[in-house]
């Protein structure tokens, strides 16, 4: 809409010489118009969202409201998508807002199987002196029917929280037959560990569906016996001979923390920053991570702290501190701490302390002095041979 509206902005500009020399001006002002104008003709339409399950001559009736900031705005509504030519609307223009029904007589039969889309929209109709900055909105509502498929069809959706060792956490399967048969179920879910070991089994009790009929299954499950790690959670539906297979990762925490790196070489003189990159494997929020470093060799050592920060689960920060570098050089050992409520974890290290080269930028200068010395080389050569050639021809 603001870009269709750019472009007659443009267009007028164009037409106008007055404009022309106004013109940066103008798009600028058109701009601020077509924002305010967005801002201030707010429409909405309620509900934003339906849906049904087909069924053949079927008679659905759903009330619209219409919600406008602008009570002086001419509004208009219209439908398409799927079974249009099945719906009516009760009322199809009104000023700003008010309220309308859709009626839809399914038919018979419909051809198209799955979730088809019927959208139900209202658009405001822009005066013509408004013109060329008037900016048209249009909002719609959707109604979904579910026609069912020729034979066995079933969807599944399986949802598992993450969790900590020992937690009790609902395994939920939500299922919709969007078959025409009825369906017999048999459905086992199955915990694997990253090498594929099995950990836990369950079963839920069999039972049968019709068409288009909904269900969410849950089991609890205790984690007690879980260690902490990643696990396959895979759900078997056997259904009436036919076989779906679902699966979701479940992740088990526990109240620790991984480091994953940290600072290993770093240039001498003077204070220069230490990172330590740390991981949540709890579920739950810890505040207050820090971090102690040792940095030692035989004949020197030096301990600072980190800030604290705060690890959500399962995510990664980076903790930083300070370390004096003078006098440093060559290879230290190094001994990171990181603690996380009453825990804590240890890892060792090297990190090497160097110079800067001063070989390296004397390089680096010579190399430069020689490439702009080709370039003034070039550059000379070609001015010496044009000019020859200018000489020869007089």
């Not at 025409?180 to 569906?209: D, G």
């Amino acid at each position: 809409m603001i870009f269709e509206s750019l472009i007659k902005i443009y267009k007028y500009v164009r037409l106008n010489r007055e404009m022309k020399k106004r013109g940066f001006a103008c798009l600028i002002v058109g701009l601020l118009v077509i924002f305010t104008l967005n801002f201030s003709s707010a429409l909405g339409i309620m509900p934003a969202i339906k849906e049904f399950n087909f069924e053949p001559g079927k008679r659905i009736t759903i009330t619209y409201t219409i919600i406008s900031e602008n009570p002086s705005m001419p509004l208009q509504a219209y439908l398409e998508g799927d079974f249009a030519e099945y719906a009516s609307l009760s009322k199809e223009s009104f000023v700003g807002g008010g309220t309308f029904t859709l009626t839809i007589n399914l038919p018979k039969e419909w051809d198209k199987p799955g979730r088809n889309r019927l959208v139900v929209g209202v658009r405001e109709l822009q005066k013509q002196e408004e013109a060329p900055i008037g900016v048209s909105v249009d909002i719609r509502g959707v109604v979904y029917i579910n026609v069912p498929y020729p034979g066995k069809y079933i969807e599944a959706i399986l949802n598992i929280p993450n969790c900590n060792s020992g937690d009790e956490i609902p395994l939920e399967l939500k299922l919709i037959n969007r078959g025409k048969e009825t369906l017999a179920l048999n459905i086992e879910a199955n915990f694997y560990s990253k090498n594929r070991e099995l950990v836990y089994h369950t079963n839920f009790e069999p039972r049968t569906m019709e068409s288009g009929e909904e269900k969410t299954l849950r089991k609890m499950i205790d984690t007690k016996d879980f260690s902490p790690g990643d696990y396959s959670v895979e759900v078997a539906i056997d259904y009436s001979g036919e076989k779906k297979i679902v699966n979701k990762t479940l992740r088990v925490g526990s109240l620790s923390s991984g480091i994953k790196n940290f600072t290993q070489r770093i240039e001498s003189g003077g204070l220069k920053k230490y990172f330590i990159d740390v991981e949540s494997l709890w579920n739950d929020y810890i505040t207050k991570v820090y971090a102690d470093v040792n940095v030692s060799n035989s004949s020197y050592s030096m301990v600072f702290r980190t800030p604290p920060t705060d690890l959500p689960a399962w995510e990664e920060r980076r903790l930083e501190g300070y370390i004096d570098t003078t006098g440093m050089e060559g290879e230290y050992n190094s001994e990171i701490t990181a603690y996380f409520e009453d825990k804590n974890i240890t890892v060792n290290g090297k990190l090497l302390v160097y110079k800067k080269s001063e070989i390296s930028d004397k390089l680096i200068f010579i190399i430069g002095g020689l490439i702009a010395v080709l370039i003034v080389g070039v550059v000379v050569y070609y001015a010496t041979k044009k000019f020859a050639k200018q000489g020869k021809r007089k």
